[in-house]
């Protein structure tokens, strides 16, 4: 499995539009997201992008997205506005797990995933042998000047049409 990480700020008239342009900066809009708890499956590849995910994703408008997601809206003036997912991963296996955090400052978001991150793999160790590679991280973030910000980070996992019949995310 191919899990796409993307990330984006997105600003509008109001927070929701705000939240609306964030996932077009993402590249996820148009679709139905249900929320993951932030298992990563065995043998997944974790594949981090710049910005937007770039891949032509398949589906259709409305088809559901799998995702584990950050967002932190604001409206507040020179308020900021900061997300970030997390992740670990076993070496041997590829199975791993996600975390997401959001607050209003960068600080404070890379101190919540990477403490996560290793209660994770501390909870983990009764579990089996783990060769967990070092922790990485997208976050994102702005500041609030004239309208409304959000700030996102997503990772997409998989996308299905109404029927249950998955796409394949290249």
Same mark, same amino acid.
């Given at each position: 499995m191919r899990l796409h990480v993307g990330s984006g700020i997105g600003k509008g008239p109001t927070t929701m539009a705000a939240f609306d342009s964030a996932l077009n900066e993402v590249? %996820?809009?148009? *679709?139905?997201?249900? #929320?993951?708890?932030? &298992?990563?499956?065995?043998?997944?590849?974790?594949?981090?992008?710049?910005?937007?995910?770039? &891949?032509n994703l398949p589906g259709v408008w409305g088809d #559901?997205? *799998?995702v584990v997601m950050a967002e932190q809206r604001v409206d507040a003036h020179n =308020?900021?506005?900061w997300a970030g997912v997390g992740w670990v991963v076993d070496k041997k296996t590829g199975r791993g797990?996600? =975390?997401?955090h959001e607050g209003f400052s960068e600080e *404070?978001? #890379?101190r919540e995933i990477q403490q996560s991150l290793e209660a994770f793999m501390k909870t983990r160790e009764h579990e089996g042998d783990f060769d967990w590679v070092d922790t990485q991280m997208v976050v994102v973030g702005g500041t609030c000047t004239d309208q409304p %910000?959000?700030?996102?980070?997503?990772? &997409? *996992?998989?996308? =299905?049409?109404?029927?249950? #019949?998955?796409y394949i995310i290249q």
């Open positions: 590249g %996820i809009a148009n *679709y139905n997201l249900l #929320r993951l708890s932030s &298992v990563i499956p065995p043998a997944s590849e974790v594949i981090v992008h710049d910005g937007k995910i770039p &891949v #559901r997205m *799998y =308020t900021e506005a797990m996600f =975390t997401e *404070y978001v #890379r %910000i959000c700030a996102m980070a997503a990772v &997409v *996992y998989q996308i =299905t049409d109404w029927e249950n #019949r998955p």
